[in-house]
Structures are given as structure tokens and as C-alpha cells.
């Protein structure tokens, strides 16, 4: 089992970027597939992007895609979502999540979330 916890969420203006971090625990990082996931307000939670236990694959929302970028440090046991060209719609508690069967969309570890709000 992996525990998660973000961090590097807070309060931007529309047009700028963030940086989330993810830090895991565990000695198996490097076999876990990783991604984010948001939940706005009275939305369901949606998939943002995932990324292989290798970083070679990477998988992104069609609403992310060309703005946000996910990568991996397995030696710091650690996942990033660098997010560009924020918009007011962006604005949601992102969540880290992992999964062991090499699925990029679909996690079953999750961490506590972190709030990120873009303002117009």
C-alpha cells in the first residue's frame, strides 16, 4: 500500500501556473501508476492526468491537455503536475492518486487533496 500527500496548491490569477507535488511512501514507487484527479463544487470528481510507474506514458484530459504537464522523480518518490494557463474553471481540490495495475485513469490510493482556485 502507498500513502500520498499533496501540496503546492493555492490561489493564482487566470493565465498563471501552479505546481502540485505529490510525495509518496513505500520502497515499490517505481511500480505504481500515478495521476490527479479534481472535484469542484457539486461536480463529480474527474480524471486530470496519469503517468506510467516508468514516466515513459503519460495520459491527459482532453480539458488539460497542452496546459498541464505530469511527471515523476522516482528517486524522490514523487509525482508533479506543473499547470500552465490556468483558468477560472481549473479551480477544484486536486487529489494524487496510485494504482499497481498499470492503469493510467483509474487509482485506488488516494491522497487528502490540495485546493486550487484560479480567479478571473
Known amino acids: 500500500q502507498v500513502q500520498l500527500v499533496e501540496s503546492g496548491g493555492g490561489l493564482v490569477q487566470a493565465g498563471g501556473s501552479l505546481r502540485l507535488s505529490c510525495a509518496a511512501s513505500g520502497r515499490t514507487f517505481s511500480t505504481y501508476a500515478m495521476g490527479w484527479f479534481r472535484q469542484a463544487p457539486g461536480k463529480e470528481r474527474e480524471f486530470v492526468a496519469g503517468i506510467s510507474g516508468s514516466g515513459d506514458m503519460t495520459y491527459y484530459a482532453a480539458s488539460v491537455k497542452g496546459r498541464f504537464t505530469i511527471s515523476r522523480d522516482n528517486a524522490e518518490n514523487a509525482v508533479r503536475l506543473q499547470m500552465n494557463s490556468l483558468k477560472p474553471e481549473d479551480t477544484a481540490v486536486y487529489y494524487c492518486?496510485?494504482?499497481?495495475?498499470?492503469?493510467?485513469?483509474?487509482?485506488?490510493?488516494w491522497g487528502q487533496g490540495t485546493q486550487v482556485t484560479v480567479s478571473s
Open positions: 492518486g496510485a494504482n499497481n495495475r498499470h492503469i493510467l485513469n483509474k487509482f485506488d490510493y
